[in-house]
């Protein structure tokens, strides 16, 4: 069993099925892709990609510092995948970036517009110089090979001092700062996380999962390659990695009891008990084990406290990014295709990794793979007797099919109603609810019209009426047999009654009413162009047949904000209004005596002289219809201060 | 699952997955060909290639002129206009670019309705042809693999269905079915094409460069491919 | 001249002419419930909104505080506030980092998440409005007079005046005079307000002013830091320059 073969295409699948949710989050935005909200505008990428990212990328400068700077000459073996595993992470942080700004080709843009107030701008600033100065620490391994690029070389390796030292300056800021983004957030941000001295918790913790990092990886390469562990050297890291993970709970504990946060540790919420699990997982039960010297030699101990330091801290800036918040200020899950971006970020770095390390001099001996060694003979497979080619074509072969069999799983797996990037359900306005006595409360702002649908068709029974819309009469006969249609103008096929708000589907706006594409549907109307559109003139809705031609009976009117003959159909509130106000209005005028009227709409500055608002609109959605909403069971998020769009209270 | 709910998943999910495969796998081959290429070209002792006499033969395959005038007569023209309706009816037909407008929003010039009636005619017709001679003729027969039976039949079941939803009046139950069947059939096309012997869609233009660098290997050359065909190795 | 709009929410009929006209005046497409709603009504095309509460209406916009804290964070500038009082945001420097979504205390700021081009939408006090001499297209709609425009400096004494002429009527406190810095939105309320800012939010400290001690610190970081380093090296490097002389006097003949 080949482990880095395997390893290898697990990566390639993981890589391919991120591919294909890329493709969609460019395309189609951030909200088909994320669960983000505007309640959670920061979530798993920021606290994953970027802020765990940038702190597992630490590694890089405490090694340089301990080599470089301290001496210690027996950490050399560690010293080139620990320069190339930072420069990689950082290099995926950026990439996770532009998955998560909006505008992601704008990045550039902090170049040239400062704003120096800002923690990001700083965070920014650091890590594009960082990479560049990682990019040069690193740049000799693969010069080495080419004796042209010897001068560059020379070069670098003269002044790497000055490079390593400027990667710790460099380092020192934005590892800290990138807890100074949340300073300003101390409402949003839990207590038991926020703290003014964030920027230097965060730096404590960059240092120790830094050395962790290195740890971890050194062991996870050696055993993919089956080289012989160095477990000496992980061990002494481990030990150091002790005190400052002692240092950081100390820090900790401190800042919690002077500020008097420490009952918020144990008081039974799902927030302190996520931060028992973090702060157990990532600092207390690695700092005991490798406290003792004897248990910092056993590989048992490295792998898992290395691993438990790695996965706690990282829990740590997830927690901080945008999981650790108050209930009042967050909702949000991250969705599958935010986690499988990310994850697709980090296999591509270790895929980049992984072909560094065997095709340039990380190690002394470059790691025996037998995929990448072609003078292996050319293999045939006799079962089906075709050509598989030298090792390293079929190595490209298998992985790129793993590819795009695994971005084709991913596109299949995108839902299609995500990638229209609907809403909450079709109809924007919620339909009436009850059965004689109907709830209308479009906007779902507890407050509604009651309607007794009993009351009317009993009074249209019993009245003569006719009423006069847009110019077309309307009446109604005691005999019953236009009553329905003097208030339902158009009904569904099979004198299935159609609610209000199936076509009245905005609020406040005008919407378009002619569906063109459903029309010209094989599995719609099924209409060939000719039968509405007459042939030797423009194809256009003004040469096209009238609706009426084929719809007898209905009343198509186009609407005032339309220009051109499109069809358009008044908001929701307008229908109610003009349906409702259009009978009571002579009730209206006895009782108001108002002088004059807008057409049978009352005008806004009517209104404002009419309390009679209020005897049609009432507060407070009687329990019983409330029972029967089903949108508030549709809708993702709940808050005990206010609901949908114009307020609830929930208790 | 109903067929209405079948069909949605078909021309929904499935027919992402495919067409994700189609576009990516035929990417994968052309890259692995060009790749595989290059890497024998630099194998060859005779650096010259015969950029002139590939040029034209390919031209020869893709435009049989030629081969019309000589032995293959019937065959040439029958396959020829078999293969052009097979490429513009999917393509430019107005049902689908509406799909495709409707779910992505993009768009491009479409067939006129006689047109498409007459191509997909005349593809169907063309297609049983070929399946026919291919049964018929005893030498066809003889070279004929299962799989030559059944991309043929495969390919123009997607025809026959579309034909059929576009231009009959059938019972809506039905027209659903038949749709199922037209849209299955064609992710089916989709996913399979790069896996197989359609993937010459592609391939064709590097089929001439690959048969002129087969002539430049060195003398000698065979007899190591047959002594790696019997090392016990493989 | 900071220009100011003043919200009684005591007059309020809750008649939505103010959402009206601001979708509008900004052509503001219509509102459509999204999974991503924060479901108080505000919307990237909704950005002024009526919430029922306890009775009354209140109207929720842009706070367009003194010290706005979305300005202070948005590391290309692409939030500002203007003279004459408005927080506006310019979509042409923005890159779309949400960092002003995060830290506003009032949660304003809404996203355009159906968009492949996406941008920060907000209230902008309608800043061109008044540059051209007119009022906000929501004061101007106001039938009741509820909301009124005018200058921050003139409406605070008209809204203390207004407390003092009808004793308990109001609340006495105008929202706004002093949250988080001030903001150029106030209110005049019979009900508590406290649900307009995260329950969260408290003091009047203007936010921007947490990040000034770390943000100050960072030359000094930066310096200290490369110093220590320096010096660390140089003690070691002596010490270990010490050791081999040390070594090779002891053993003179170790070379």
């Known amino acids: 069993m080949n482990r880095a073969k395997n390893a290898k295409l697990v990566l390639w699948i993981l890589a391919g099925f991120a591919a294909a949710v890329a493709l969609n989050r460019y395309l189609f935005g951030l909200g088909v892709t994320t669960n983000l909200n505007d309640r959670t505008p920061w979530g798993f990428w920021i606290g994953f990609d970027v802020m765990a990212g940038v702190a597992l990328a630490a590694g890089g400068f405490v090694t340089t510092a301990v080599f470089y700077i301290m001496k210690r000459e027996e950490f050399h073996p560690l010293v080139k995948p620990a320069v190339l595993t930072a420069f990689l992470g950082y290099v995926a942080v950026v990439v996770g970036l532009l998955f998560d700004l909006g505008l992601p080709w704008n990045i550039w843009h902090m170049i040239i517009y400062w704003n120096p107030h800002s923690p990001l701008f700083e965070v920014g600033w650091c890590v594009m110089l960082y990479t560049s100065v990682l990019l040069l620490e690193f740049s000799p391994v693969p010069l080495e090979e080419y004796s042209r690029y010897a001068k560059i070389r020379n070069f670098l390796m003269k002044y790497r001092f000055v490079l390593v030292l400027l990667g710790i300056m460099l380092s020192t800021l934005h590892q800290s700062s990138l807890g100074s983004l949340f300073l300003i957030m101390p409402e949003r941000l839990y207590p038991l996380w926020y703290t003014h001295i964030l920027p230097i918790e965060f730096f404590i913790s960059a240092v120790a999962l830094g050395l962790m990092m290195v740890a971890f990886e050194t062991l996870v390469s050696h055993w993919l390659y089956r080289r012989d562990p160095e477990t000496v050297l992980v061990g002494k890291l481990c030990r150091v990695a002790a005190w400052v993970l002692a240092l950081y709970f100390v820090v900790k504990s401190f800042d919690l009891g002077i500020t008097g946060k420490l009952g918020l540790v144990f008081n039974g919420k799902w927030q302190s008990d996520l931060f028992i699990v973090e702060i157990a997982v990532s600092t207390i039960i690695p700092a005991v084990m490798f406290a003792v010297p004897r248990l910092t030699r056993k590989p048992v101990v490295q792998w898992t406290g290395s691993f438990m330091v790695v996965a706690g801290m990282v829990l740590n800036r997830i927690d901080v990014g945008g999981l650790a918040m108050y209930d009042s200020t967050a909702s949000y899950t991250p969705s599958w295709m935010e986690i499988a971006i990310s994850l697709g970020v980090v296999s591509a770095a270790c895929l980049v990794f992984l072909f560094v390390l065997e095709r340039f001099n990380i190690w002394e001996i470059k790691p025996a793979d037998p995929e990448s060694m072609p003078q292996t003979a050319p293999s045939f497979d006799y079962s089906s007797r075709s050509w598989l080619g030298t090792p390293d074509a079929a190595s490209l072969a298998r992985h790129s099919l793993a590819f795009v069999l695994s971005f084709a799983l991913g596109m299949g797996m995108m839902s299609g109603k995500r990638l229209h990037a609907e809403g909450v359900d079709s109809i924007r306005v919620s339909p009436a609810t009850g059965i004689d006595t109907l709830c209308i409360n479009g906007n779902r702002d507890d407050q509604y019209v009651e309607f007794s649908h009993e009351g009317h068709i009993a009074w249209l029974r019993t009245h003569a009426i006719s009423l006069t819309i847009d110019g077309v009469v309307h009446t109604a006969s005691p005999s019953g047999g236009d009553s329905c249609t003097f208030c339902h103008h158009l009904n569904l096929p099979g004198e299935k009654v159609s609610n209000c708000a199936e076509c009245h589907t905005s609020m406040y706006s005008e919407v378009d009413f002619f569906r063109h594409g459903w029309h010209a549907s094989a599995v719609g109307a099924n209409l060939k162009c000719d039968d509405c559109h007459a042939t030797g003139v423009t194809r256009n809705a003004a040469s096209a047949k009238k609706c009426t031609a084929c719809h007898r009976g209905y009343d198509f009117a186009p609407g005032k904000g339309a220009a051109g003959p499109e069809l358009y159909i008044p908001s929701y509130v307008d229908a109610m209004h003009k349906l409702c106000v259009s009978c009571h209005i002579a009730d209206l005028r006895e009782v108001s005596s108002l002088s004059q009227t807008n057409g049978g709409i009352l005008s806004g500055k009517d209104k404002s002289n009419l309390a009679q608002c209020a005897s049609c609109h009432r507060t407070g959605v009687p329990p019983e219809l409330r029972a029967d909403m089903k949108w508030q069971v549709k809708l993702p998020h709940y808050d005990n201060v206010v609901l949908p769009n114009v307020g609830v209270t929930v208790k | ?234 | 001249m900071s220009k100011a709009i003043l919200t009684d929410v005591t007059k309020c009929i809750g008649c939505l002419k103010c959402v009206s006209a601001c979708k509008e005046v900004h052509h503001l497409d219509a509102d459509v419930p999204r999974v991503w709603d924060k479901n108080d009504g505000l919307s990237a095309e909704n950005w002024t909104a009526i919430v029922f509460k306890d009775g009354r209406y209140v109207r929720k916009q842009c706070r367009h505080c003194l010290e706005p804290a979305c300005a202070s964070v948005c590391p290309v500038g692409a939030l500002h506030k203007t003279s004459i009082g408005a927080v506006v945001y310019d979509s042409s420097k923005c890159l779309g980092c949400r960092y002003c979504m995060m830290a506003c205390p009032f949660g304003i700021p809404r996203y355009e998440w159906d968009k492949a081009v996406p941008h920060v939408e907000k209230c902008i006090l309608c800043y061109d409005r008044i540059e051209e001499g007119k009022q906000p297209a929501c004061t101007e709609a106001c039938p009741t007079g509820a909301t009124i425009f005018g200058e921050r400096k003139e409406l605070l004494p008209l809204v203390h005046a207004r407390i003092e002429a009808n004793p308990g009527k109001y609340i006495d406190k105008v929202w706004g005079e002093h949250e988080v810095g001030g903001t150029s939105v106030l209110y005049l309320s019979d009900i508590d307000l406290g649900f307009l800012t995260y329950p969260t939010v408290k003091g009047d400290k203007p936010l921007p002013q947490e990040t000034v001690t770390a943000m100050e610190s960072v030359p000094f970081a930066f310096v200290g830091m490369g110093g220590a380093m320096l010096g660390l090296n140089w003690i070691i490097r002596r010490r270990m320059k010490l050791g081999e002389e040390k070594a090779k006097k002891k053993d003179p003949a170790h070379e």
């Open chain 2, 1 to 234: 699952m109903t067929t209405s709910s079948l069909l949605e998943f078909a021309r929904g999910p499935l027919f992402r997955l495919s067409f994700a495969i189609l576009i990516l796998g035929l990417g994968r081959i052309i890259f692995l060909e060009i790749w595989g290429i290059i890497k024998a070209y630099g194998n060859t002792c005779d650096m010259k290639m015969p950029w002139q006499l590939i040029r034209s033969r390919s031209l020869e395959w893709i435009l049989p002129v030629k081969r019309m005038m000589r032995n293959r007569d019937v065959y040439s023209v029958v396959s020829f206009l078999f293969h052009f309706g097979l490429l513009i009816v999917p393509i430019f037909l107005f049902a689908h670019i509406n799909l495709w407008q409707q779910s992505v929003g993009i768009t491009w010039p479409a067939l006129p309705y006689l047109w498409a009636f007459w191509l997909a005619l005349s593809t169907i017709v063309f297609g049983a042809t070929m399946l026919i001679g291919r049964m018929a003729v005893k030498q066809m027969r003889f070279l004929s693999k299962p799989q030559d039976y059944f991309w043929l039949i495969l390919l123009l079941t997607p025809f026959v269905t579309g034909f059929i939803c576009a231009n009959l009046s059938i019972n809506a139950a039905f027209y659903q079915f038949i749709m199922v069947v037209h849209v299955l059939a064609g992710d089916l096309i989709f996913i399979l094409i790069p896996f197989s012997k359609i993937a010459h869609c592609v391939l064709a233009p590097f089929s001439q460069v690959v048969g002129a660098i087969g002539w430049k290997f060195p003398s000698g050359a065979d007899e190591a491919i047959t002594r790696t065909l019997d090392s016990p190795k493989g």
